[in-house]
Structures are given as structure tokens and as C-alpha cells.
């Protein structure tokens, strides 16, 4: 009986459907990542990315369907073109307000 047993811890084949299930596992972990990513492609929401948001090399994503663009900032203030449209006050309490030039 005993016999019986050591042949049964020396077959090869318990080693090969242990690998068939981790690797099972680590694609399934793959799987939850890849669906979590806000940037996901599989999704159709429109998602914005700000990385290293305040800092001279802040780059914005913006995902609207299957469309990605970026924006890149060369570090320089009041940088293109338009018009002033008005001013914002923060309040105390930490409100914004917005008052629209005539």
C-alpha cells in the first residue's frame, strides 16, 4: 500500500495541472485589471486621466469612446489663444463663484 502512495507523489503529471492552475489564476487576476482600467477599451464612457497633475510635464487623456487624445504641458503660463470670458473668487467656505464679464 504503501508502494502505492510514493508512486502517486512522483507523477509528473500533479506538477503540470498545478502550472495549468496557477497560470488559470493570473489571467483571471489580469482580467479584473484590465476591466478596472479607467482607460479600458473595451468601454465606451467618456474618462479623463490628469497624471502628475500641477507639475511642468502634466500630461491630460481624455477617452471620449474609442477616441484617445492628449494634451501635454510645456510648462508655460497663459500658453494659446482666446479671451478673457471672466472672473472666479473662492470664497472662504471654500465655494467657487463665477461672475461672466458683459
Known amino acids: ?20 492552475d496557477l497560470f488559470l489564476v493570473i489571467i483571471g487576476i489580469l482580467m479584473v485589471v484590465i476591466a478596472q482600467n479607467p ?25 471620449d469612446g474609442e477616441t484617445l487624445t492628449q494634451y501635454e504641458s510645456s510648462g508655460e503660463m497663459g500658453e494659446g489663444q482666446g479671451a478673457r470670458a471672466g472672473v472666479t473668487y473662492r470664497l472662504d467656505d471654500g465655494r467657487m463663484i463665477y461672475v461672466p464679464e458683459r
Open 1 to 20: 500500500m504503501s508502494r502505492f502512495l510514493d508512486e502517486e507523489d512522483t507523477d509528473p503529471m500533479l506538477s503540470v495541472v498545478n502550472l495549468v
Open 39 to 63: 482607460l479600458n477599451p473595451f468601454s465606451a464612457d467618456r474618462v479623463v486621466v490628469v497624471e502628475n497633475p500641477g507639475e511642468a510635464d502634466m500630461r491630460i487623456t481624455v477617452k
